[in-house]
């Protein structure tokens, strides 16, 4: 009895941290969109999952992800960095195996350990952390920096494999590292509210043996609030086989996904913020 009583106080604890598979964001986390307004369905894949990152009981940022091709499309969140160590655990999603199980974004580990789930069940559902090992020229690329966030538990919330994509390893420590350290630093002075878009683009390439898709671009496009009058908006994207980073307005970034995704026209953002 009394072990079982231990193991309901530990799972019960476990919870604290989540994540959650919802049916869309603006009912559930608009917070994270200019205007809590998302990205259109341009770029919705053909099994997408709309995940609001939580971690300890508040949502931290939001990402559409591809369930198929098991990689995120996109995520956005707020623009708030601060001093802070990198964390080192990576976190996976239950909820994208059923909605039965808890709302926690959650080490492997801890899943196979208290929730009677095999790694197979696992990763039929989305990436795992074996799908990242041994990669060649490739590394672990967060869309959502953990720098671009002010405190231990919000940078805590990025380390979730829902949150990653396969990304040239150059690319990822060079140009695209500063842009994430150096250009956003830049551009965001003056600006009271950034709010941040960033997603890639599936390639015809994948890793850990067809199982994880490897994008063919990198993209991110911030929209900042300057006053209640005046806003301000920039893009940037990368060919992930390349360390260059393109810098775009808004509207240039839109079109440019658009013809790479071949559908309806791409909107990042509410109308309000400029595209030129």
């Given at each position: 009895m009394?072990?079982?009583l231990l193991l309901q106080v530990s799972a019960s604890c476990l919870w604290?941290?989540?994540?959650?598979?919802?049916?869309?964001?603006?009912?559930?986390?608009p917070q994270f969109f200019f205007r809590e307004t998302p990205p259109n369905e341009a770029l919705q894949p053909e099994n997408?999952?709309?995940?609001?990152?939580?971690?300890?009981?508040?949502?931290y940022f939001a990402t559409l992800y591809d369930r198929n091709r098991r990689?995120?499309?996109?995520?956005?969140?707020?623009?708030?960095?601060?001093?802070?160590t990198r964390p080192k655990t990576w976190m996976v999603e239950p909820q994208l195996m059923s909605p039965t199980y808890p709302k926690t974004m959650e080490r492997e580990r801890?899943?196979?350990?208290?929730?009677?789930?095999?790694?197979?069940q696992l990763s039929e559902s989305q990436a795992i952390?074996?799908?990242?090992?041994?990669?060649?020229?490739?590394?672990?690329?967060?869309?959502?920096?953990?720098s671009h966030h002010p405190d231990s538990s919000s940078r805590t919330a990025?380390?979730?494999?829902?949150?990653?994509?396969?990304?040239?390893?150059?690319l990822n420590g060079g140009a695209w590292n500063n842009y994430e350290q150096q250009t956003m630093t830049r551009r965001t002075q003056g600006c009271n509210t950034t709010y941040v878009v960033v997603g890639a683009v599936p390639g015809n390439n994948y890793i850990a043996k067809g199982r994880v898709n490897k994008p063919s671009h990198i993209w991110s496009s911030a929209c900042c609030e300057v006053d209640?009058?005046?806003?301000?908006?920039?893009?940037?994207?990368?060919?992930?086989?390349?360390?260059e980073v393109q810098l775009l307005t808004l509207g240039e970034l839109e079109d440019v996904l658009t013809q790479l995704y071949g559908r309806d026209q791409v909107s990042l953002f509410h109308r309000y913020c400029p595209r030129e």
């Open positions: 009394l072990l079982l604290l941290a989540g994540s959650e598979v919802v049916t869309s964001f603006e009912s559930s986390c997408p999952a709309w995940i609001c990152q939580r971690y300890k009981n508040q949502y990689i995120p499309v996109y995520s956005a969140y707020l623009y708030q960095p601060g001093p802070g801890t899943l196979l350990n208290y929730f009677s789930v095999s790694l197979e952390l074996k799908d990242y090992k041994n990669l060649t020229g490739l590394n672990r690329g967060h869309l959502n920096p953990s990025t380390f979730t494999l829902t949150n990653i994509v396969p990304q040239n390893e150059k209640t009058n005046h806003r301000k908006a920039w893009a940037v994207i990368a060919e992930n086989d390349k360390n």
